[in-house]
Protein backbone atom coordinates (compact mmCIF):
# COMPACT_ATOMS: atom_id res chain seq x y z
CA UNK A 1 0.00 0.00 0.00
CA UNK A 2 3.23 2.67 0.68
CA UNK A 3 4.81 2.06 -2.18
CA UNK A 4 1.17 2.60 -4.27
CA UNK A 5 1.04 6.03 -2.51
CA UNK A 6 4.61 6.94 -3.33
CA UNK A 7 4.16 6.04 -7.04
CA UNK A 8 0.64 7.88 -7.19
CA UNK A 9 2.51 10.84 -5.50
CA UNK A 10 5.34 10.82 -7.50
CA UNK A 11 3.08 10.18 -10.97
CA UNK A 12 1.31 13.58 -9.94
CA UNK A 13 4.63 15.06 -9.41
CA UNK A 14 5.23 14.50 -12.84
CA UNK A 15 2.50 15.42 -13.97
CA UNK A 16 2.84 19.15 -12.52
CA UNK A 17 1.00 18.92 -9.44
CA UNK A 18 1.76 20.57 -5.87
CA UNK A 19 2.11 18.95 -3.13
CA UNK A 20 -1.30 20.94 -1.75
CA UNK A 21 -3.27 19.68 -4.83
CA UNK A 22 -1.81 16.10 -3.94
CA UNK A 23 -3.18 16.65 -0.76
CA UNK A 24 -6.44 17.31 -1.64
CA UNK A 25 -7.33 14.66 -3.88
CA UNK A 26 -5.71 11.47 -2.30
CA UNK A 27 -6.26 12.84 1.42
CA UNK A 28 -2.82 11.67 2.53
CA UNK A 29 -1.11 13.33 5.58
CA UNK A 30 0.91 16.66 5.07
CA UNK A 31 3.89 14.99 6.56
CA UNK A 32 3.86 11.96 3.90
CA UNK A 33 3.22 14.24 0.64
CA UNK A 34 5.83 16.59 1.43
CA UNK A 35 8.52 14.36 2.68
CA UNK A 36 8.29 12.61 -0.72
CA UNK A 37 7.99 16.19 -2.25
CA UNK A 38 11.39 16.74 -1.00
CA UNK A 39 12.44 12.99 -2.00
CA UNK A 40 11.20 14.39 -5.90
CA UNK A 41 12.93 17.25 -5.97
CA UNK A 42 16.61 15.93 -5.12
CA UNK A 43 16.11 12.99 -7.83
CA UNK A 44 15.30 16.11 -10.16
CA UNK A 45 18.31 18.35 -9.33
CA UNK A 46 20.43 15.10 -9.44
CA UNK A 47 18.93 14.28 -12.54
CA UNK A 48 19.56 18.06 -13.99
CA UNK A 49 23.33 18.38 -12.83
CA UNK A 50 24.70 15.05 -14.86
CA UNK A 51 28.08 15.35 -16.41
CA UNK A 52 27.45 15.85 -19.88
CA UNK A 53 29.20 12.57 -21.43
CA UNK A 54 32.70 13.35 -22.69
CA UNK A 55 33.19 13.76 -26.56
CA UNK A 56 35.03 10.68 -27.83
CA UNK A 57 38.24 10.51 -29.09
CA UNK A 58 37.17 10.36 -32.29
CA UNK A 59 35.47 14.00 -32.55
CA UNK A 60 39.08 15.12 -31.15
CA UNK A 61 40.60 13.63 -34.02
CA UNK A 62 40.86 16.76 -36.51
CA UNK A 63 43.31 16.94 -39.23
CA UNK A 64 44.85 19.48 -37.81
CA UNK A 65 45.57 17.01 -33.97
CA UNK A 66 47.01 14.59 -36.29
CA UNK A 67 48.89 16.54 -38.19
CA UNK A 68 50.67 17.99 -34.59
CA UNK A 69 50.66 14.28 -33.47
CA UNK A 70 52.69 13.02 -36.41
CA UNK A 71 55.18 15.82 -36.02
CA UNK A 72 55.71 15.25 -32.45
CA UNK A 73 56.54 11.69 -33.34
CA UNK A 74 58.46 12.97 -36.01
CA UNK A 75 60.77 14.72 -33.55
CA UNK A 76 61.18 12.68 -30.70
CA UNK A 77 61.53 8.85 -32.18
CA UNK A 78 60.52 7.55 -28.22
CA UNK A 79 56.99 8.21 -28.87
CA UNK A 80 54.30 6.47 -30.38
CA UNK A 81 51.10 7.31 -32.36
CA UNK A 82 49.41 5.00 -29.76
CA UNK A 83 50.02 6.89 -26.70
Avoid: C
Avoid at 5 to 18: P, Q, V, Y
Avoid at 54 to 65: I, Y
Wanted: no cysteine; aromatic share 14%; glycine share 4%.
Amino acid sequence: MEEEKRHAMFASFRAGRSPKEVIEFFNYPKSTVYDQWKAWNSFKKKDAHRKKRSRSLGATKTDEFVAEVKRKVNEDGNKSYAK
